[in-house]
């Protein structure tokens, strides 16, 4: 599989998910803009076949190279970048949960889920939009996870697949800050993710970001229950030239614990 394939498989996961991405990329289009994508973001469970290591010999066999680690302790998180082959591939973002730094309750749900898992599930690159491979938990285990970990929650049903593709503000020609990009996206009654602000970041660490909040869906749980649950989002990205004139190629810490909250299914009210 190539890299366009591949990204071209992971998109259209995406979009049926996320039908906001969709309607955000047309409203751009028709604005006369070219998207181009800054990163794609995947989550996953550092348990059974499907750990960080299991899935990013994916990215390496089509020409990614780790770039910086990261690290959210109360997220209870590990991150890695990664750089694509060519510039004009998007980088790739890769977390995934600290399990054991979850309850022994949370955990035990965790295993029952990983457990369901086949074992030669991530030999192929279309593990990263494979979705749930098991089955749907209870309404009671999703809220169990939910209390410890937001993630842990929307992992648990929404599955491996991007959970956002990420507009390039820089690649824009008419929308050339993210407040343009965040007002145009609001025109189309799409929220945006406040938290730690509505725009994260500054130019001063080379990076500013936004997202909106997670599109909504009914999710039947085991046993039939039904609830309105978060999939994916979309983001935006500005990135700055360090002293060199290079322009920056990682992620922010800071920013990205509050990007992680675009999926949050309760959002704080904002503080404004
Ligand atoms: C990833 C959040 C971090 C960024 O650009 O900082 C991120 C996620 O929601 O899984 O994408
Ligand atoms: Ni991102």
Known sequence: MDIQQFFSALWHDYVAMTPQAQKIQDAFIADGETIVNDHVAFRTFDRGPITLSALEPHLL??????????DFREKKLRAFGYLPPSPDMPRVFLSEL????????????????????SPDAATQPSVLWSGRLWKAPSFEQYQRLMEESEYAAWLSIIGLRANHFTISVNALSHHDTLDKVLTRVES???????????????PEVLLEQASTLADRQTFTFAGGEEHEISTCYYEFARRYPDADGELYQGFVAASADKIFESTNVRQEPTAS
Do not use: M, W
């Open 188 to 202: 189309l009654g799409l929220g945006i993710n406040p938290a730690g602000g509505r725009i994260k970041g500054s």
């Open 98 to 117: 600290k399990c054991h730094e979850l309850s022994e309750r949370a955990q035990a749900i965790i295993d029952g889920l990983v457990s369901q898992i």
């Open 61 to 70: 066999a089509l020409g990614y190279t780790r770039f910086a680690p990261y």
